[in-house]
C-alpha cells in the first residue's frame, strides 16, 4: 500500500507523500531507497497509534512494489530474481530481507547472504 501511494504521487508529480500505517519493515525498505538516492528526506511522525512517514519525492522512481509472498532467494538465485524483476542489469534494486537486516540485493551478494524478498525498486 505504501509503494501504490509513493508510485502513485510520483506519477501526479507531487513533492512529497504521507503514507500511512507505518512499519519497521516500511520505514527499513524506504531508507534503502534513500540510500540509493530515490528518495529524499524521510520523516517519521510518531502519533502513538500506526504512525506516519512523510517522504520527500524527487522525481526519479520508475516503479516500486511489494513481492507477495516474501520467497526464500538463495544467494544463486539473487542474479536470477533481479533479472526476472528489473527492467535491465544495470540499475534497479531488489529489497531482501537477511539476517543481516534488510538490505538491497548488491549488498546482500556482497555480505555472501540469502534471505526473503520483500519487494524492488527502479
Given amino acids: 500500500d505504501c509503494l501504490n501511494n509513493i508510485v502513485n504521487a510520483e506519477k501526479r ?3 512529497q507523500v504521507l ?5 519497521k ?3 527499513k525498505f ?4 534513500q540510500k540509493h538516492g530515490y528518495v ?8 502513538h497509534r ?3 512517514v512523510v517522504v520527500d519525492l524527487v522525481g526519479r522512481i520508475n516503479k516500486c512494489g511489494v513481492v507477495s509472498p516474501r520467497f526464500d532467494v538463495t544467494l544463486g538465485g539473487i542474479e ?3 533479472s526476472d524483476l528489473l527492467p535491465s542489469r544495470q540499475f534497479g534494486h ?3 530481507t537477511t539476517p543481516y537486516g534488510i538490505m538491497d540485493h548488491e549488498e546482500a551478494r556482497r555480505k555472501h547472504t540469502g534471505g526473503k524478498i520483500v519487494g524492488f525498486f527502479f
Fill in 25 to 27: 519493515v516500511i520505514i
Fill in 94 to 96: 531488489v529489497v531482501l
Fill in 19 to 23: 503514507v500511512r500505517p507505518n512499519s
Fill in 30 to 33: 524506504l531508507q534503502v531507497m
Fill in 80 to 82: 536470477q530474481l533481479a
Fill in 50 to 52: 500506526a504512525g506516519k
Fill in 40 to 47: 529524499g528526506d524521510l520523516e517519521i511522525i510518531d502519533d
Fill in 13 to 15: 508529480g507531487k513533492r
